[in-house]
C-alpha cells in the first residue's frame, strides 16, 4: 500500500500556511498571550495582500515604528523572510515590549533557512522609524530535531521543532485550526495520495 502526505488542506491551503498558522499559536503561547500574533508569511491571509500595506498593518498591530520603509523596489518583495510575528503587550499596549519575529521551514532544505531572518535587519529595511527592542528570532521547523540538527539552527534564535511546538499547542487549539490540521492530516494519509513514499 502506498501512503503519501498531501500538499494542501482540502480548501486549497498549503500545508504550509497551515504550518504557519500553527507556528503563530505556539509563538504566541510562548510569549503567554496567543491572540497577540500574525501570520506574515506569503501568500497572506488576515493581512493585506501588498508587502507595503502588510508592512503598515504589522506597524500598526504593534505599536511600533511609524511607518512602512521607503526602500527601493519594496513592493517586489513578498514577506522577506518573516512568516511570524508574536509580541507580549503591556495593558497601556504601548511601543518597548517583547515581539518574536519567526521563519519556519518546511520542506527537505530547512537547514539552509536556519538564518535567513535576522529581525534587525529585516526592520531597517522595512519599517521607518525605530522598534524600541529589537525583535527575538525564531525559527520553526516540523520535524523532531536531534541534538546534533538542533546545534545551528538554535544560535542566536529561538528554535521551536515539532517538539515544542507540540508541548505549547498541545490539545487546546481553537476549533477551526485544529479541524484544519486534522482534515489535511486524514487527507495526507489516504492511500495512494501523491504516489509511494
Partial sequence: MSVGIADDHEDGTTVY??????SAVAAGRYLGDSKTTAVFGWPRQGLPAGFRDAVTHLVDLLREGKACGDRENLNQSNDDGLDVVAWRDFPDRRASKLILFGQCA???HWREKTHELRPKSWCKRNIAGAIAVDPIPAFFVPRALSEEDAGDARVDQLLLDRCRISSLCGRTLDDPLEQRLQ???????????HGDC
Avoid: Q
Avoid at 17 to 22: N, Y
Avoid at 183 to 193: A, E, F, H, N, V
Fill in 17 to 22: 500556511k497551515l504550518f504557519e498558522e500553527l
Fill in 106 to 108: 518546511v520542506g527537505r
Fill in 183 to 193: 482534515d489535511w492530516i486524514d487527507t495526507s494519509l489516504k492511500p495512494g495520495r
